[in-house]
């Protein structure tokens, strides 16, 4: 039997957000198999939320994910209005649409600054970050809240979008492109990120299909689907966008998927101030009083992937069943697929590209030799080591 | 494709083993089935009929253990719940996760939360709780008076 050196990835890990560990066993430098262990977060949300009433599981659900927070009630109010049978009102759903993208944006900002902070580019870290501010002060602006914005509730939104705030959106819409025009191509002319991203972690169509992944995951590797196109909710009926996908699965195609899903989302964004101008200011929620007996489904497209609600009302105030998958609970098993054979200086950066969530399912590198237990390799020299590989490639071809 | 023509597909196919059709709307139906023909009716909206496994919600209420196997038709908006309803006192039933590896997690947890047993999976292993959780003890089971 050959000797294999185990790396684990977590629990807690600067590489990502959340608590999650990762085994990589590794033969030398390869990766021959991955373990994971979950739950660390785990709060039994599905549970909590059958003690609460509908209006008070909005606020429950906007605390799955920091990140994210707004599309858990997104895909809660789907569920619950098509149990009622309500249709909101066109103000009401070009609001859910503007906070939906503008979280899109800011959440794909995000992973674009880690994604380079692990290759070795600081700067990308650095500008993508800096240029998520002015989304995270549009959501202030809006909704009051830099984070968990407390928009949703069944039948509207809770917070109208007044008219003398659209042309301080409009503008900063403006700027939010022209910054990303300047980080797309930083990313997409880099031979060094070419070489570096290209072929690695790859995941074929098959591979998706059989773990069922969603979001730019899938889109990623031809697979185009995407909630906003395919089960029409909200304001995307009334909007025009394409669905974004790339071919190869690769982390350079993940990343590709998303920053010009960034177009995508200030064009969406603009078409819905569009359509508030000509709605009624104030025409934001219709009033539910009861809802009834009956089974209801959700879904929508978080910055990840598809976020999918299922909830049972017996008919009282609050819901009898509620089953929650976030998307990161297909996509993180998709590493089993992107990992194996991979260098460990690739594993970080495959292990980054699926933009993993745990709060949503439910971190860290310490590498242990298996034979003698004794620590070979602590986190920061795991991402010091994918830093190096950029390196001595930047060397090789600058 | 439709979703009559789904219907009718399986209608045809499975005849004996459909309990209940329930056509909410076009893009919402529940199709009840034998628990024991799981592997039968989930191969073929999988493989033949080429639908994504989205995720299986399970449920205790005072008819035993109910799961809901959600599939995807992305074509069309389509969610077509796949419902089974389980024996109160040893809830059991085949494990898809040969099939695809999509439903390996949810099984477990599953396995874990509600005591469901899956019939050969590959690693019925606890998913969220290994380690700091009793034996036996299942947390999302209720108490029925």
Redesign the interface.
């Known amino acids: 039997m050959s000797k294999k050196t185990i790396i684990p990835v977590g629990p807690y890990h600067p590489l990502q957000e959340e608590p999650e560990l990762f085994k990589l066993y590794c033969d030398g430098e390869i990766v021959k198999d991955i373990k994971w262990e979950t739950g660390y977060n785990h709060r039994s949300i599905e549970k909590l939320s059958e003690s609460k009433t509908y209006e008070q599981v909005f606020f429950l659900v906007e605390r799955i994910c920091g990140i994210c927070s707004t599309s858990h009630p997104f895909a809660f109010a789907n569920a619950v209005e098509e149990i009622a049978n309500i249709e909101i009102t066109d103000r009401a759903k070009y609001i859910r649409s503007i906070i939906g993208e503008l979280e899109r944006i800011h959440s794909h900002l995000l992973w674009v600054g880690l994604a380079g902070h692990f290759l070795g580019y600081n700067t990308v870290f650095m500008w993508a970050w800096k240029y998520r501010e002015p989304v995270l002060d549009l959501f202030e602006m809006i909704t009051g809240n830099r984070n968990s914005y407390a928009m949703f509730k069944v039948g509207g939104v809770r917070r109208d979008i007044e008219k003398s705030k659209i042309s301080t959106i409009r503008k900063i819409l403006d700027d939010i492109r022209k910054k990303a025009d300047l980080l797309t191509g930083a990313v997409m002319d880099d031979p060094v990120i070419h070489a570096r991203t290209k072929g690695v972690g790859i995941l074929t169509r098959n591979d998706v299909i059989d773990y069922g992944a969603v979001g730019p995951t899938a889109r990623a590797s031809g697979v185009a689907i995407d909630v906003r196109k395919d089960d029409p909710y909200a304001a995307y009926p009334l909007v025009n966008w394409k669905v974004i996908t790339a071919e190869k699965g690769d982390v350079f195609a993940k990343a590709e998927v998303r920053l010009l899903e960034m177009y995508e989302s200030v064009s969406i964004i603009e078409q819905c101030l569009d359509g508030l101008e000509k709605t009624n200011e104030g025409d934001i929620a219709i009033k539910i009083k009861e809802i009834p007996e009956g089974i209801g489904t959700g879904r929508a497209e978080a910055p990840r992937g598809e976020v999918f609600h299922f909830v049972v009302s017996d008919g009282s105030n609050s819901p009898a069943r509620h089953k929650i998958r976030a998307p990161s609970y297909v996509n993180i098993a998709t590493f089993k697929k992107s990992c194996i054979g991979q260098t460990i200086a690739d594993a970080t950066i495959s292990l980054a590209a699926v933009d993993p969530c745990y709060c949503c399912t439910e971190r860290l590198a310490v590498a242990y030799d298996a034979r003698t237990c004794r620590k070979v390799m602590n986190a920061n020299e795991l991402i010091e080591h994918s830093r190096m590989k950029t390196a001595e490639l930047r060397n090789k071809l600058l | 494709m439709d979703t009559m023509v789904i219907i009718e597909k399986l209608n045809e196919n499975f005849k004996s083993e459909i309990l209940e059709v329930n056509k909410?709307s076009d893009?919402?139906v529940?199709v009840t089935i034998k628990p024991e023909s799981i592997i039968k009716v989930a191969g073929y909206l999988y493989k033949t009929l080429g639908l994504?496994?989205?995720?299986a919600?399970?449920?205790h209420t005072r008819k035993g253990f109910e799961i809901?196997y959600?599939f995807?038709m992305?074509?069309?908006?389509l969610?077509l719940?796949v419902h089974v309803v389980l024996n109160k006192e040893n809830p059991q039933i085949e494990s898809l996760s040969n099939m695809?590896?999509?439903s390996?997690?949810?099984e477990r947890e599953m396995h874990e939360l509600f005591g469901i047993n899956f019939l050969n999976h590959p690693n019925q292993e606890k998913?969220?709780?290994?380690g700091n959780w009793a034996e036996g003890v299942y947390?999302?089971r209720k108490d029925f008076k």
């Not at chain 2, 994504?52 to 995720?55: G, H």
């Open positions: 909410k893009k919402r529940i994504r496994f989205i995720i919600s399970a449920l809901h959600h995807s992305d074509s069309t908006g969610v719940n695809f590896n999509a390996n997690w949810i998913l969220i709780s290994d947390p999302y």
